[in-house]
């Protein structure tokens, strides 16, 4: 019994530390939270570059640290919707929970197909680092890393396909 109490207290110690406001979830593009009346914190994406109008395009937001850039599940929020891009651009508004450093990534799958096919599909990040083979389109957070302020701050993220 004292090792279940013990480690129910240790999950409740978890939870406890979790910050107030945890995100963490798929949104829908609500392009309202980035009006000039919104408030912030949020983050006006401009995607440029779309090599088709088909599949899907995917943003993800992450804090910008080591720990948690592209690392499975540590995404804040995510935007999924079919691409649907005009003049090869589309527009996202993206909340994040506070001002400060923050990265995005976005995945324009083609096919919409839900798999990477690195010969079909293309991605970005922002402040479009290069990518490479060396670096397999996963560039280090110090690259992609930018500084939300406390209302709506704009960035431009550019595609690229193999």
Same mark, same amino acid.
């Given at each position: ?5 013990? %480690? ?8 406890? $530390?979790? +910050?107030?406001?945890? =995100?963490?979830?798929?949104?829908? @593009?609500?392009? !309202?939270?980035? $009006? $000039?009346?919104?408030? %912030? +914190?949020?983050?006006?994406? !401009?995607?440029? =570059?779309?090599?088709? &109008?088909?599949?899907?395009? /995917?943003?993800?937001?992450? /804090?910008?640290?080591?720990?948690? #850039?592209?690392?499975?599940?540590? #995404? ?6 079919? &691409?649907?891009?005009?003049? %090869? ?7 994040? +929970? ?5 990265? *995005? $990534? ?10 990477? !096919? *690195? ?7 922002? @402040?479009?680092?290069?990518?490479? *083979? ?7 957070? !110090? ?6 302020? +406390? ?6 993220? @550019?595609?690229?396909?193999?």
């Amino acid at each position: 019994m004292l090792k279940v109490v013990a %480690g129910l207290m240790s999950v409740g110690a978890l939870f406890a $530390a979790a +910050p107030a406001w945890a =995100g963490h979830g798929e949104i829908g @593009n609500d392009m !309202d939270l980035c $009006a $000039a009346s919104a408030k %912030g +914190p949020a983050v006006l994406i !401009d995607v440029r =570059g779309f090599a088709a &109008a088909t599949g899907n395009v /995917r943003l993800q937001s992450y /804090r910008a640290t080591r720990n948690a #850039w592209l690392t499975k599940g540590a #995404w804040i929020n995510r935007i999924e919707t079919a &691409a649907k891009p005009s003049n %090869g651009a589309m527009r996202f508004c993206m909340p994040v +929970p506070e001002p400060g450093r923050y990265g *995005i $990534a976005v995945r324009h799958d083609r096919d919409g197909n839900g798999k990477t !096919d *690195i010969s079909r599909d293309g991605g970005g990040f922002s @402040n479009n680092p290069g990518i490479n *083979i060396f670096n397999l389109g996963k560039p280090s957070v !110090d690259k992609v890393a930018f500084q939300a302020g +406390p209302g709506v701050t704009r960035i431009t993220i @550019n595609l690229k396909y193999m």
